[in-house]
């Protein structure tokens, strides 16, 4: 790291463990991306930052005698099976164009790759560059005003992106691969509020490293990219895989022909520690558009599978929440394939959300889950959202409108 500068981290801890059935949801930390919520990334002092709703700790728990939740499941008795067996069908099916084919988005040269398998090939004409930082892993992005493009390149490393990054990073063509260790998200955002950072990412690959169970990778775990309070994100075919999500992305946020798939549990020995959301806007304002694009968040691509145990780590593949009253407006989603989450859509808030001509794949809850009375959640359109099979492919029947 540059000597001189000071580098405070975003608090990544504020992922979900969402009641079962229709419950109230319990705010959980999203491990291992950063301090906890409510404690100074400095000092390890308290900042007063809520640390959930009714301050209920992160701990993946209720606190001690707190009542048992009305209407959900205990963890002795929770359904443990597979979700709703489909009929194997094209593994590439695309809901006619609709959204991309497996394997078909990403950096340019990727072929067919395993979860397990412990690095991607460097493709012809890439740069590797190494992390600055060999303890964090970390690759720095300090000062960026003006335009900086990275192009071909294949890091080694996560991404950070500093306090004085503003202007326009374009990263196109490229692979971000995290190694074993790295010590935060894939690409981790920390430009603050005093100038405009536009992020655009296309035709890249996010993928980190694999480890083994018991060791600690935390973009493993984690949503693979952070939005700032000034930051517009545009993601176009763009292959997330091997993260505990796509995007922690609250406003400003575009995302288009891309796939999300193999969520990475192998690590955990309970995978209900990462409870991230596939896409979330936690206490996000909008705009978010999220068009064209596979979702699968609990697919082993390779096998046409689901991932064991799956729907412990992804709340739903796309989940919004409050926070301090906070309202999401402008929230599309069309013509796109969402599947394998606990919930495929479970919308805890939100002003007039449109969801159009989508697929809804299996999960282990329900395709598009209800919310509780505590919930403001209203939709402004809700139509042709049909259910589809594993592979993707849609068939006639309707997507009930959430209660």
């Given at each position: 790291?540059?000597?001189?500068?000071?580098?405070?981290?975003?608090?990544?801890?504020?992922?979900?463990?969402?009641?079962?059935?229709?419950?109230?949801?319990?705010?959980?930390?999203?491990?291992?991306?950063?301090?906890?919520?409510?404690?100074?990334?400095?000092?390890?002092?308290?900042?007063?930052?809520?640390?959930?709703?009714?301050?209920?700790?992160?701990?993946?728990?209720?606190?001690?005698?707190?009542?048992?939740?009305?209407?959900?499941?205990?963890?002795?008795?929770?359904?443990?099976?597979?979700?709703?067996?489909?009929?194997?069908?094209?593994?590439?099916?695309?809901?006619?164009?609709?959204?991309?084919?497996?394997?078909?988005?990403?950096a340019p040269g990727v072929k067919r790759y395993k979860q397990s398998d412990a690095r991607l090939p460097v493709p012809k004409g890439y740069k590797v560059l190494q992390p600055h930082n060999k303890e964090s892993k970390e690759w720095d992005l300090y000062d960026c005003n003006g335009t900086v493009n990275?192009?071909?390149?294949?890091?080694?490393?996560?991404?950070?992106?500093?306090?004085?990054?503003?202007?326009?990073?374009?990263?196109?063509?490229?692979?971000?691969?995290?190694?074993?260790?790295?010590?935060?998200?894939?690409?981790?955002?920390?430009?603050?509020?005093?100038?405009?950072?536009?992020?655009?990412?296309?035709?890249?690959?996010?993928?980190?490293?694999?480890?083994?169970?018991?060791?600690?990778?935390?973009?493993?775990?984690?949503?693979?990219?952070?939005?700032?309070?000034?930051?517009?994100?545009?993601?176009?075919?763009?292959?997330?895989?091997?993260?505990?999500?796509?995007?922690?992305?609250?406003?400003?946020?575009?995302?288009?022909?891309?796939?999300?798939?193999?969520?990475?549990?192998?690590?955990?020995?309970?995978?209900?520690?990462?409870?991230?959301?596939?896409?979330?806007?936690?206490?996000?304002?909008?705009?978010?558009?999220?068009?064209?694009?596979?979702?699968?968040?609990?697919?082993?691509?390779?096998?046409?599978?689901?991932?064991?145990?799956?729907?412990?780590?992804?709340?739903?593949?796309?989940?919004?929440?409050?926070?301090?009253?906070?309202?999401?407006?402008?929230?599309?989603?069309?013509?796109?394939?969402?599947?394998?989450?606990?919930?495929?859509?479970?919308?805890?808030?939100?002003?007039?959300?449109?969801?159009?001509?989508?697929?809804?794949?299996?999960?282990?809850?329900?395709?598009?889950?209800?919310?509780?009375?505590?919930?403001?959640?209203?939709?402004?359109?809700?139509?042709?959202?049909?259910?589809?099979?594993?592979?993707?492919?849609?068939?006639?029947?309707?997507?009930?409108?959430?209660?």
């Amino acid at each position: 790291m540059t000597a001189g500068r000071r580098k405070f981290l975003l608090p990544a801890g504020l992922a979900v463990l969402l009641a079962v059935a229709l419950a109230a949801v319990v705010l959980l930390r999203d491990r291992g991306a950063g301090p906890t919520p409510g404690v100074n990334a400095a000092t390890g002092a308290s900042d007063g930052a809520p640390t959930g709703p009714a301050g209920l700790p992160g701990a993946g728990a209720l606190p001690s005698g707190a009542p048992a939740v009305s209407g959900a499941p205990s963890p002795a008795t929770e359904p443990t099976a597979a979700p709703t067996k489909t009929t194997a069908l094209a593994v590439n099916a695309t809901g006619g164009g609709r959204y991309p084919a497996r394997y078909s988005v990403g950096a340019p040269g990727v072929k067919r790759y395993k979860q397990s398998d412990a690095r991607l090939p460097v493709p012809k004409g890439y740069k590797v560059l190494q992390p600055h930082n060999k303890e964090s892993k970390e690759w720095d992005l300090y000062d960026c005003n003006g335009t900086v493009n990275l192009d071909r390149k294949y890091f080694k490393a996560f991404i950070y992106i500093g306090t004085g990054c503003h202007g326009t990073v374009n990263i196109t063509n490229s692979i971000i691969a995290p190694p074993p260790g790295s010590a935060n998200r894939a690409i981790l955002v920390n430009s603050d509020g005093s100038g405009k950072l536009k992020l655009n990412l296309t035709n890249v690959t996010i993928r980190p490293e694999p480890v083994g169970l018991g060791e600690k990778s935390t973009p493993l775990n984690d949503h693979a990219i952070n939005d700032c309070a000034t930051c517009t994100i545009t993601m176009n075919r763009v292959d997330v895989a091997n993260t505990g999500g796509m995007c922690l992305c609250g406003a400003r946020t575009t995302i288009r022909h891309s796939w999300l798939h193999d969520n990475y549990i192998a690590n955990l020995s309970d995978p209900s520690a990462a409870h991230t959301g596939g896409v979330f806007p936690y206490g996000g304002t909008g705009p978010i558009t999220i068009e064209n694009s596979r979702l699968e968040p609990g697919i082993n691509a390779y096998t046409g599978k689901p991932v064991p145990n799956y729907w412990k780590a992804i709340t739903a593949v796309l989940f919004t929440q409050s926070v301090d009253g906070s309202k999401l407006q402008n929230y599309s989603v069309r013509n796109s394939f969402i599947s394998l989450g606990a919930y495929g859509l479970y919308a805890q808030t939100g002003v007039d959300l449109k969801i159009t001509g989508n697929v809804f794949g299996p999960t282990h809850w329900d395709a598009a889950g209800g919310c509780d009375s505590n919930c403001s959640t209203t939709y402004g359109e809700w139509s042709d959202n049909v259910v589809g099979s594993i592979d993707g492919v849609p068939t006639k029947k309707q997507v009930p409108k959430p209660k």
